[in-house]
């Protein structure tokens, strides 16, 4: 009898953290490796939300709390999705979670039965196909195009439902190619789903505040209301507030599903940590001009990256609508040979000999469903993504 469960083998290591840890083994060797991996925000969570914390701890807010998370913070979920997505939520239809990820998670398992289909667009996060297979559904990939903004379009929506159909993840602006979807565009998705009514959307809101220029941000339910007794809208404040290690993700959504993640979460992790949810509390309910100030942080840095990029020999850049991503194609140096002779292949090779010979950490597209590509993350300083980019326009002028 063997030891590990079978589910296990049907999950892949992440891709992200594998890059990462090849770039912790060069700069152990003491090399300057510039680290474009991770999609971690680099500012520090802004001072009031870390008060409201520490306040929490002075007042004893330090014991279990309710399984889908203190009232205050419930409320102030509630007040957020009415005050920016114009959704009715009452603050029962709301679930507080150790992280985005683990309201995903929850969700999936309340729902997926063995041979559930759940139709997901790539490229896609890295979790959504693993955690689809970890509840025994099986994930159907929607494939976008570089043409299309990596967008999903209808008609390959409306291919890819089946009865077994449960759930359709959409994820605006994209982790990881940057996609927002506009409202026009997000209702032809809605005028698909209207016409399957078995079919749920669990919309990934993480990086709503991360949109760029005149990009006006919506949702799924608040563009289609007749959605929205069948869409599960999750949000949270890691990439919004640069809050990634706080642990607080959130949904809302109709209350039977509410009450099944609930339930779930019962005999699971219970209440996340008290502390936190207080520092939720005032993420949401507190001054916003932290969002808009790294706004415009971020789309500076989008804007660097993408113009270096596409001055790249082989490098083609779209500019993305959100997230502090891009999604180049490295179509045009596949084939090509290295100066030592190695020959690119695929995205992955492009990737592993750009860390090997310029130290620059990026992640391929195939790890995300789609390539060839490979994933830049500019969360990080003006100084580095300038000197990354350098970088890779050498990189790519190398090869032959
Ligand atoms: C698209 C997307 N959804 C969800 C998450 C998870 O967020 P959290 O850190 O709150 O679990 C991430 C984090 O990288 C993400 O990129």
Known sequence: MAFLADALSRVKPSATIAVSQKKRE?????????????????????????????????????????????????????????????????????????????????????????????????????????????????????????????????????????????????????????????????????????????????????????????????????????????????????????????????AAGPIELIKAMDKIQSQQTSGTCSIAQWAAVEALNGPQDFVAKNKAIFQSRRDLVVSMLNQAAGIKCPTPEGAFYVYPSCEGLIGKKTPSGKVIETDEDFVTELLMTEHVAVVHGSAFGLGPNFRISYATSEDLLEEACRRIQRFAASLR
């Open 26 to 250: 060069l700069q152990a060797q003491g090399l300057t490796v510039i680290g474009l991996e991770m999609g971690e925000p680099d500012f520090d969570t802004p001072e009031n939300v870390k008060q409201a914390a520490i306040d929490a701890i002075r007042r004893g807010e330090t014991k279990y709390t309710p399984v889908a998370g203190i009232k205050p913070l419930r409320e102030a979920i509630a007040a957020k999705f009415k005050r920016e997505n114009n959704l009715d939520y009452d603050w029962t239809q709301t679930i507080v979670g150790t992280g985005g990820k683990h309201i995903l998670f929850n969700a999936l398992m309340a729902t997926i039965n063995p041979g559930d289909e759940v139709i997901i667009p790539s490229p896609y996060w890295v979790s959504y196909p693993e955690m689809v297979a970890l509840c025994g559904g099986t994930p159907i990939f929607a494939q976008t195009k570089i043409e299309h903004g990596f967008k999903l379009q209808p008609d390959v929506l409306e291919a890819a439902i089946t009865p077994k159909t449960k759930w359709l993840i959409l994820n605006s602006p994209s982790n990881p190619s940057g996609a927002a979807y506009t409202g026009d565009e997000l209702k032809a998705i809605a005028d698909v789903l209207l016409k399957h009514p078995h079919v749920w959307v669990l919309t990934d809101d993480m990086y709503e505040h991360l949109t760029y220029g005149d990009f006006k941000f919506r949702t799924i339910a608040e563009v289609e209301p007749n959605l929205y007794d069948r869409t599960l809208t999750m949000n949270g404040v890691s990439k919004a507030y640069a809050m990634t290690g706080w642990r607080i993700g959130y």
